[in-house]
């Protein structure tokens, strides 16, 4: 028996284009001689659709398209394909997180989520309603009825093994491995995070061993706004042995054939390489998928924007990336020569356009409003504020994206400027911890075997060059002592006399805890930013602005 997974990179709302995938990928599977093909869940709306739930007209289109796939699907193969279907019943949510099994012209099954995620960037309460019951039906497939229990994503995401608490009343597992079944499939479109792929695979062997069954996940591919969905689908055996899996972070039809004892086991890269792929593929899906074909990208000499440009270059080419040094009257005359460095290397087209005399002519302009008071961080943010004007004019005027450069260690305190620095469409970076940005710095040399990103860049101290001799330690703690407390104080939820069990100094938590709080607002205004951690910023963080708690 051979069944294929096809993770497809939909884009959420094309549904005519998400549609001409599916069958163009069913057409491939088919003819390799596939009993069975498995799309990932939404295939025809593409994940997460959000708000687009609520129009109705969006849900009948979406309806249309799976008649209309049902008739095109006409190959020898049955499809399960992910759509939104129509709650019949007058109670609940109207609608359901479905897959529909298609064969010979018809829809002969179809199986709804049971468990809806409500949590970190997950919503799914708001628009649907789950099955009461896991859904088993016996498909004919190479000349013998196979019994296969259908599960969409968070099905099975149950696991005692896995989990040290329960989220849900149900274990769908639990009540499929008592009905008996020949295999279990999952339509999945579960987002990158770090670690993931391996947590995945550990508790889809667990559910293969209690079920006595193989289990097939099949998982959307590419960037959604801020979520990166890596593929990776895989197949364990049913004792839990990973058989098949297909490519990481690329499209791509896994055939996998449950009666040979041959393995085709796609390598998944390591942790940074797999950041450094999530990064490249959610800068590329989100600059297209929004209708842009170029980026600029304000190149201050510095690891952030450094490590962005190379980022962008390998999303989308280097003669579709314009690299800008923005010199103040503070910038060290290295950071213009590290910035064209890195841009020849890289081979983007590169501009310098100094912003010493629009800087003094904003001051001198402001300085009767200022009365008495002496300069201080307002000036410094008035120049952070002219680069962001210039980046933007340009991005206005060519039709070019603007990529930021804020890293999460910074953006976490608050140590950045708004309508500055945090000018733009894309925070390509704003999930990557400052330590993490210089490892991949590194890593992206070592790989390149020739040195990308300048050596200078990289072992200089950091600095915003706002004022003379200015560094970051100035005002923060050392990267690695800042990066495992904010990893406690978000990322862990831990309380500060938590953090302060683990090691690290009273009034540095109580200082880094309280700059992390005041800078809501700030983050609130940020950019979309691409997740890659367990907790970052954007829709999976909902903290209060006007709030107090004493941490």
């Known amino acids: 028996m051979k069944i294929a997974l096809a993770q497809l990179n939909a884009t959420v709302g094309d549904i005519d284009g998400n549609t001409h995938k599916t069958i163009h990928a069913y057409a491939q599977a088919d003819a390799q001689g596939a009993d069975l093909v498995i799309f990932n869940e939404l295939a025809i709306t593409g994940y997460p659709p959000k708000d687009l739930l609520l129009k109705p007209s969006f849900v009948r289109r979406n309806i249309a398209a799976l008649e209309h796939l049902a008739l095109k699907l006409n190959g020898k193969a049955a499809a399960l394909v992910g759509f939104v279907d129509t709650n019949a019943s007058p109670d609940g949510v109207p609608l359901h997180n479905a897959a529909a099994l298609l064969h010979g012209g018809k829809r002969i099954a179809v199986a709804h989520k049971s468990l809806l995620p409500t949590y970190d960037v997950f919503d799914e309460h708001r628009y649907f309603e789950p099955a009461k019951e896991c859904t088993v039906v016996d498909v004919p497939l190479a000349g013998k009825s196979r019994r296969i229990a259908i599960t969409i994503c968070e099905d099975l995401w149950t696991d005692d093994e896995c989990f040290s608490g329960r989220r849900y009343h149900r274990r769908p597992i639990d009540e499929i491995a008592q009905r008996g079944v020949d295999l279990i499939v999952n339509l999945s479109a579960s987002p990158f995070v770090i670690d993931k792929q391996a947590f995945r695979q550990k508790m889809l062997a667990g559910h293969a061993r209690k079920a006595g069954c193989p289990v097939m996940l099949c998982n959307q591919v590419g960037g959604n706004d801020e979520l990166i969905f890596d593929g990776g689908s895989f197949v364990v055996a049913a004792d839990g042995t990973l058989t098949n899996r297909a490519r990481a972070f690329e499209t791509d039809i896994l055939l996998a054939d449950l009666d040979s004892d041959e393995k ?288």
């Open 264 to 551: 085709l086991i796609a390598d998944y890269p390591e942790a940074l390489a797999s950041v450094n792929d999530a990064l490249v593929l959610g800068t590329r899906d989100y600059v297209r998928k929004c209708g842009f074909e170029n980026v600029v990208i304000g190149l201050s000499g510095g690891i952030d924007s450094a490590v962005t440009c190379a980022i962008a270059v390998e999303a989308l080419g280097a003669d579709k990336v314009l690299g800008v040094a923005l010199p103040s009257r503070y910038s060290s005359d290295h950071s213009v020569s590290d910035a064209e460095s890195l841009a020849k290397q890289l081979g983007v087209e590169f501009q310098e356009i100094a912003i010493r005399e629009i800087h003094a002519a904003a001051e001198e302009t402001l300085t009767p409003h200022f009365g008495e008071r002496p300069p201080d961080v307002t000036e410094e943010n008035m120049q952070a504020r002219v680069r962001g004007l210039l980046l933007m004019s340009l991005s206005n005027k060519f039709g070019r994206l603007l990529l930021t450069t804020g890293n999460k260690s910074e953006l976490s305190v608050g140590y950045c400027t708004l309508y500055g620095d945090m000018c733009g469409g894309l925070a390509v970076i704003s999930d990557v911890p400052k330590i993490m940005v210089y490892d991949l710095a590194r890593w992206m040399n070592e790989r390149a075997g020739r040195e990308i990103i300048p050596e200078s860049t990289i072992t200089k101290p950091p600095s915003a060059e706002l004022r003379p001799d200015q560094h970051d330690q100035q005002s923060l703690p050392p990267y690695d002592v800042l990066d495992g407390i904010l990893r406690r104080y978000i990322e862990l939820e831990m309380s500060v006399d938590e953090i302060v069990a683990d090691g690290f100094d009273l009034e540095t938590v109580r200082d880094i805890a309280r700059k992390v709080d005041q800078n809501e607002y700030k983050r609130k205004q940020m950019a979309t930013g691409l997740k890659v951690t367990s907790r970052a910023f954007g829709v999976g963080r909902r903290m209060p602005i006007a709030a107090r708690f004493q941490y």
